[in-house]
């Protein structure tokens, strides 16, 4: 069996990273949605909490294992939902409340660029070599062309918000790296999904109950529940279930085209 990043993609295959950059892309347009009336901390909490339960009664309607007991594959999966879920998601949707979201989903696209270093300082087996260097000052050359030299005059709220979205960069980064510590601990790649989810979702809760006080917000319109309800179950459960699939099939290589394609959906559905 050839190794995964020598994998080559079918025609399918193509359709479901398709598809995956509209779910991933989509997550950005119902995310403005959203924010226009739900706190960002509260909406982190809704999607991935509602994503946690539609994978867990996915796993268990397939009879898939259900997340792990053991404590230590706990500690990771805490970890791995913070990095992954809890600070990215709670940076880009401040971020919404401020830039739009094609803007917001173009800076996420540095999240290569943040990998390539971490994995050069963190592992041994990927070192930064010229090429890749190359490749990421003409990646960061990019960012600053779409940030503007405008941002350097004064931190405003938008400048604040690029910032925002290049850390939630940063941090999706941080967990690719982290992340190779799950294949450790014995977890199928849905259980780890679910369970950095379940995880996120109790990061989450004490945080919402005494920051937002949820209790005391309007309930929201047709319009935001229904945003909520794609963004957790579509741009969340559903893109995990792909993601995993397409990892499987067509390897890691073959699926980081996926972060190019994730601006031109988000741009399409915002304009």
């Known amino acids: 069996m050839p190794a995964p990043s020598s994998l080559?993609?079918?025609g399918r295959e193509w359709l479901l990273l398709a598809a995956l950059s509209g779910l991933w892309g989509g997550s950005f347009f119902f995310a403005k949605i959203a924010v226009a009336a739900l706190p960002p901390l509260t909406l982190v909490l809704l999607r991935v909490g509602v994503a946690a339960l539609a994978l867990m009664a996915f796993m268990a309607a397939t009879e898939r294992r259900l997340p792990p007991r053991e404590a230590r594959a706990w500690l990771h999966l805490v970890a791995m939902g913070a990095i992954n879920n809890v600070v990215p998601f709670g940076l880009i949707f401040w971020a919404q409340t401020?830039?739009?979201s094609g803007l917001?989903?173009?800076l996420n696209a540095a999240t290569p660029l943040f990998t390539v270093l971490l994995a050069h300082g963190l592992t041994r087996d990927e070192?930064?070599?010229?090429?890749?260097?190359?490749g990421v000052l003409l990646g960061f050359g990019g960012v600053v062309a779409v940030v503007g030299p405008q941002a350097l005059a004064g931190f405003d709220a938008h400048a604040l918000a690029a910032l925002a979205c290049l850390g939630a960069a940063l941090?999706?980064?941080g967990a690719g790296v982290f992340g190779r510590r799950l294949s450790g601990l014995g977890l199928t790649p849905m259980a780890a999904a679910a369970g950095q989810l379940g995880a996120s979702t109790l990061i989450m809760l004490p945080i919402v109950l005494v920051h937002d006080r949820p209790w005391t917000l309007a309930w929201p319109d047709a319009t935001v529940v229904g945003a909520v309800i794609a963004l957790a179950l579509g741009s969340t459960a559903l893109a995990y279930v792909i993601y995993f699939r397409l990892l499987a099939t067509a390897g890691a290589v073959n699926l980081l085209l996926v972060t190019l394609l994730i601006p031109v959906s988000a741009l399409l559905l915002g304009a």
């Open 8 to 10: 080559s993609m079918s």
């Open 104 to 106: 917001a989903a173009i």
């Open 171 to 173: 941090s999706y980064a």
């Open 98 to 100: 401020h830039i739009a």
């Open 127 to 134: 070192p930064l070599t010229a090429a890749r260097a190359a």
